[in-house]
């Protein structure tokens, strides 16, 4: 708004501004709604729609320039509507997210009063679970129809809040034979272990009750391997409880853990061999040993 007595020219930029952690900010969109007093919505060059903007990147969400040429007589006023899409990092603190308004008389009458140009809005997203799930098999070898187990380690990531509730889901290839019941342990900081296992077939549910920052618990799952060739998998999920994230979808609430075995036929042994690849695992030269591959998803 101009609350001077003279016309002028005015420039706009809405901007990202920094606070710890680096949050990433995306502009949906942009729409002039208004414009009052001999003011009129014109054309607005510079719009990052759909950009990201964080501190690694450069700070304009948009921009209204001089050769833009937005001109404010005396008493004159624009509203804008923004949509701002904020994917804050995890914190165990409420995350703040910040964007800054400035205006600026750059043509005619010029600015009697600066201190009034700017100002900012801050929203505030609740703290967050980070959670990292990984699934792989108790030895490196491990002889055709012989017993051992699958071990999911699920942790807490040092930057999250408290876990509550965390379902955790574990469908084991009906190839395997569950020799025995599931068991829990908490192998790193402060967790509640799994009371109660639900077994059914093959599929495996629990309900882990707290994990705080940075802790680790261990599910020990107990099989028989069998006996034939083939490729085959482990798919673990741990699920936080929906009030605790900062986002409403759900593909990021969920993190699985694929670990897959590859078995040839008349093999007599199995080797481990740990992998990052999501895919590609690969048979060894001899065909003595079945090669079992483990891989970890973090949508």
Known sequence: ????????????????????????GILQSLECVDASGGATCGTITTQNIGVEINNDTESTFWEITVDDAWEMPAGASVTFQTTFTWLPECNNEPIEVINRVK???VIGAMDANASNDSDRVSTFFTPCVDLVVQTFPSSTTVP?????????????????S?????EFIDDVNS????????????????ASCVSIFNVTGNNISAIIPNM????TVRITIPVSAPNFGGAFNNIAEAIPRREAQNTDNPLKMKKTSNAGTRLIQK?????FAGSNEDEGSRVEDSPSFLPLTASTIVP
């Open 1 to 24: 708004m101009n609350v001077g007595t003279a016309d002028t020219f005015m420039t706009l930029l809405d901007e990202y501004i920094y606070v710890p952690p680096n949050s990433t």
């Open 175 to 190: 190839v395997y034979t569950i020799t025995g019941t599931p068991t829990c342990q908490v192998t790193n900081g402060n």
């Open 267 to 271: 093999a007599e042994k199995a080797s």
């Open 162 to 166: 408290n876990a509550v509730d965390i």
């Open 212 to 215: 705080e920052a940075g802790s």
């Open 103 to 105: 205006v600026e008389a």
């Open 144 to 160: 055709i129809n012989a017993n051992f187990d699958w071990i999911v380690d699920i942790t807490n990531s040092n930057t999250s």
